[in-house]
């Protein structure tokens, strides 16, 4: 018996040993601009058979419009942190402490590692997951490269993933012809893609882009780092 259970609890360090390893491989290459990282959802559609739509595109070729729309709606410190932002974090955990609803405090760093190398929950444990990641991969990529793979695998409406097709599927044109309105609607999509349609946006949607689309034309230093290579 004893035996057993130490040979089982051998397998399982194995495996997440193997499983922690994967995010540490993976990300210098998700450093290489040629490579085009795939999220764990889509890899779950890909093995259920579940139709995928999805168009990699480079960051040269978005609306600028769209790349300010989201960084100012999703994470308006993204410049400026290191893929996690300490002080929304404890502002959440201080909320969380007072018994008080909590508000997300998901960089875009967090959810990128979260949509490459985890799940889709709330617990603390993918949360207490994401931190490290998040950390690292700010530190081994750019941020011009991190938005880039931001919203190419970032789910938009059911299987449609990346701005590329999401701007194909809802306003038949690419994502380098977006305009400020359009941008605005569909960054606003991004909590709620199997609820909100940036082609027929409901009023609460139009209110939310009009908020978005302010920000985004104001967003100056806050997208500064977008500058860089």
Known sequence: MFKTTK??????????????????????????????PVSTLMLWDEVTV????????????????????????????FCRHRGVDWGE????????????????????????????????????????????LAIYFDFVLSKRRILEIYVNIAEW?????????????????????LTAREAALITVSLPAPDARNPANPSRTMRRLAQRVERLAKASGAYVGCLDAG
């Open 89 to 132: 974090m404890l502002a959440v955990v201080d909320q969380a402490l007072d018994g008080e609803e909590t508000r997300g405090a998901s960089t875009i760093t967090m959810q990128t590692v979260k949509n490459l190398f985890l799940w889709n929950d709330r617990s603390f444990v993918r949360k207490a997951m994401e931190l490290p």
């Open 157 to 177: 409406d059911t299987g449609v993933y990346g701005i590329e097709a999401a701007s194909q599927h809802y306003f038949g044109k690419p994502a380098s012809q």
């Open 50 to 77: 579940r139709p995928v739509l999805r168009d990699w595109v480079s960051i040269d070729d978005v609306a600028p419009v769209l790349l300010h729309s989201v960084i100012m709606s999703e994470d308006g410190q």
């Open 7 to 36: 040979r089982i609890a051998a397998w399982v360090t194995i495996v997440l040993v193997v499983l922690a390893a994967i995010p540490l491989v993976l990300t210098p290459i998700y450093a290489i601009r040629g490579v085009h």
